[in-house]
């Protein structure tokens, strides 16, 4: 009886023996995986330790970011919380995974607290730490536009098309509406696992890239079907775009998925082919880095580049054809590019709708967000980006966005966690078609205008010169009388109380924010009035708060974006209609004074007529003020900036002088003071001298053109039109 229970006992010691060296093989292999980023195959192998060893955290810890690297958030979190919740001084790294796993399902607050909590358990000179702080400003950014609801419908491509690795680069065929190409780095490639010596941590370990295809049969998508061997190759080979007509495509050859050549394919047979395809003759040099580049009309290419002389990391540059020959690139500038990277930009058909990715902080909530932007002929100015919100954006890095010709879908990759693998390819569905993809062949390029004629010039300078200040530029669209529509803009009429939100405000406002749906170029000045019945020192002040109220309304009922209002504040100064008749109060006229006018800006070249309605004031009421006002803003004018500030000015300034005036956009919260108004640059920098020995030594003066503000950029675009312009320029200059 004791030799049986003796044997017992040595039995299990030698079972348990063995199992815990296979847990520290299962261990030591899952470590090796784990170091290399096989995050799968490190998952299984420590899942097998586990089993044995189910107390050791650091193997937990380890658990949990592969289940985040594969997908699986809830596990993730289930492990790296208990990590937390069971280890007296967790390493910092799980505080950082444990946000990556809330961010990921869009719960910014968490997000940001384990962030913090990161922060607090890392030196101070610790190299992640300004990563980190970014990840924060990102979540920040979720929270701000997470609570609007869009009407896309985004959907995954399906099993059939995606797999576990890195499927990216969606292009629909430019002849066959139901075939899509893409990229992936996916198993069975013919380049295999990169295994070679040499090559950076990143690529080791990944599949080598080949271009693929799927087709729609009977309503799905179909499995996909790799391209010709002339085509693939084992390194790597990735879709960049086609030609307008198919008859070439243009895509990506290298030893490493960031160095390599742009090679150009002509469809010939296999007898007329050469041993290599021809490299593409043009200002891109992708084995540099040159990356995301976008044919739009064999006429322009836009890509993404780290050439020196950018804005930081990545920017967008544009290059034209012209004479038969790729000119020089240049880059899209501060108001496309940041100091982070911006990505695989988009051209839509009318030539100045602008899509592209960029992982700027104040407009991303992940990674790489999907941006838009709109080109304006009349300024030559890109429109500030806005982002296309979820759920076409998410946490993860959203990529490669591509309209679909038909105008009701868009195809775009994401890294998002509730796809198969690392990049999937996924659709969005819109409620209508988007008007970016009417292609009008009389319609200007944005290029044409960067590289305006000499006869343009003269044209636009003609028709300023005819009192307009804007003028209709050659190869802009002409519309017949019927292609027109006109619109009625009248003015808002607030409450006593300052409701501006009223019955008869409303289907006003719906009008503004349909106008702006089908016309994303618009943007909407808002010139608050009132009656003087508000304190002085607040009148000012009180008719902005009134133009907000409207503002407001847009956003977030008409889901206008706030960059495209325009705000200004003119208080009691400038009143339409008198506020007495023979010394008894005017009900009416004040009534008149309560309002907002309202300017609808950039429609140039479109087949659109704003009627602007003033109040139908009698003569006996009328003021000769309202008409000072639209006189003295029309075409160059000019005013002086006291202060900018994000509240009310308290000072006296703008009772001392004329003219005072509030202004915002909807999208900022600084107010910005000035007074006087002036046609003449000397007028104007004579106040500024006087404000300057009043002690106002940061007073400025502001050119205006039809009652907008100008940009550097305008400043000089005006110019030759508008001589007394240059002087201002000049004296900035001399400032410098």
């Not at 495509?249 to 007329?272: A, N, P, Q, W």
């Not at 005819?466 to 519309?479: D, I, K, L, S, Y």
């Not at 400038?574 to 006018?597: M, T």
């Amino acid at each position: 009886m004791i030799l049986q229970r003796l044997l017992t006992l040595c039995f299990c010691f030698l079972c348990f023996a063995l199992s815990a060296q296979d847990a520290k093989t299962y261990k030591k292999l899952g470590d090796t995986y784990y170091s290399t980023g096989k995050y799968r195959e490190a998952l299984d192998a420590f899942q097998r330790y586990h089993e044995v060893k189910p107390e050791d955290l650091i193997v937990k810890q380890k658990i949990g970011i592969c289940y985040y690297f594969t997908n699986n958030i809830p596990e993730a979190r289930r492990f790296l919380t208990y990590v937390i919740e069971n280890n007296k001084k967790p390493e910092a790294d799980v505080y950082f995974f444990l946000g990556r796993t809330y961010q990921a399902e869009n719960d910014f607050k968490k997000a940001i607290a384990q962030y913090k909590d990161f922060l607090r358990n890392i030196e101070k000179d610790n190299i992640n730490r300004p990563l980190v702080k970014d990840a924060i400003r990102r979540c920040a950014y979720g929270l701000r536009i997470s609570g609007g609801k869009s009407p896309v419908i985004v959907e995954n491509l399906g099993a059939k098309v995606n797999s576990i690795g890195d499927d990216f680069r969606p292009i629909l065929s430019p002849n066959h509406d139901n075939k899509l190409y893409f990229s992936s780095a996916r198993a069975g490639n013919l380049g295999g696992l990169r295994t070679d010596e040499g090559l950076e941590d990143a690529e080791l370990g990944k599949y080598s890239a080949d271009m693929f295809s799927t087709t729609v049969i009977n309503g799905e998508w179909t499995a996909t079907q790799p391209m010709s061997y002339l085509l693939n190759s084992p390194r790597h080979d990735v879709l960049l775009d086609f030609s307008e007509r198919g008859d070439q495509m243009f895509f990506f050859k290298g030893y490493t998925s960031f160095s390599g050549d742009m090679l150009v394919d002509t469809f010939k047979r296999i007898e007329e082919r050469s041993l290599f395809a021809p490299e593409f003759k043009g200002d891109i040099q992708m084995w540099k880095g040159d990356t995301g580049p976008h044919f739009f009309n064999d006429s322009i290419l836009l890509f993404a580049s780290t050439r020196p002389g950018g804005y930081g990391g990545l920017d967008l540059y544009i290059s034209q054809k012209s004479n038969g020959e790729w000119q020089k690139a240049e880059n899209l500038g501060p108001t496309i590019n940041s100091a982070y990277d911006e990505n695989t930009p988009y051209l839509s058909n009318d030539g100045r709708t602008l899509y592209f990715s960029s992982n700027r902080p104040d407009l991303s909530m992940g990674g790489y967000d999907i941006l838009q932007s709109f080109f304006t002929d009349r300024t030559e100015t890109w429109s500030p980006p806005k982002n296309l919100k979820m759920p076409i954006n998410s946490s993860g890095d959203d990529k490669d966005f591509r309209l679909a010709s038909d105008g009701l879908k868009a195809f775009f990759s994401s890294s998002r966690k509730d796809g198969f693998g690392q990049n999937d390819l996924f659709v969005a569905y819109f409620r209508g078609k988007q008007k970016e993809t009417f292609r009008n062949p009389e319609l200007a390029l944005f290029a044409d205008v960067l590289y305006l004629s000499k006869k343009r010039e003269e044209a636009k300078r003609l028709a300023q010169q005819q009192g307009n200040g804007e003028g209709t530029e050659e190869g802009e669209p002409t519309f017949t009388t019927e292609e027109i529509t006109t619109y009625d803009i009248e003015p808002l009429y607030y409450e006593e109380d300052g409701n501006v939100i009223t019955l008869k405000n409303q289907p006003k406002l719906k009008q503004l924010a349909k106008l702006a749906a089908e016309y994303p170029q618009l943007t909407f000045l808002l010139s608050a009035h009132s009656d003087g019945a508000d304190p002085v020192k607040f009148d000012l002040y009180f008719s902005i708060k009134k133009a907000e109220k409207a503002a407001e309304y847009l956003i977030n009922q008409g889901g206008v974006a706030p960059e495209r209002i325009i705000l200004k504040g003119y208080g009691s100064a400038f009143p339409i209609a008198k506020n007495e008749v023979n010394g008894i109060e005017n009900v009416l006229g004040k009534r008149f004074n309560r309002r907002i006018d309202v300017n609808v800006e950039n429609i140039d070249g479109l087949p659109v007529r704003m009627n602007i309605v003033d109040p139908d004031v009698s003569k006996q009421m009328k003021t000769i003020t309202a008409k000072l006002i639209k006189n003295s803003t029309k075409g160059l004018s000019y005013k002086v900036q006291i202060a900018a500030i994000t509240q009310m000015y308290k000072g006296d300034l703008i009772f001392r002088y004329p003219n005072a005036m509030v202004e915002s956009t909807a999208d900022k919260n600084l107010y910005r003071y000035t007074v006087g108004m002036y046609k003449t640059f000397s007028s104007a920098e004579q106040l500024r001298e006087d404000l300057n020995k009043q002690g106002v030594g940061d007073a400025f003066v502001v050119p205006y053109m039809n009652g907008v503000r100008l940009t550097e950029n305008q400043m000089l675009m005006y110019g030759e039109t508008y001589p007394d312009l240059l002087k201002l320029v000049k004296t900035e200059e001399v400032e410098d």
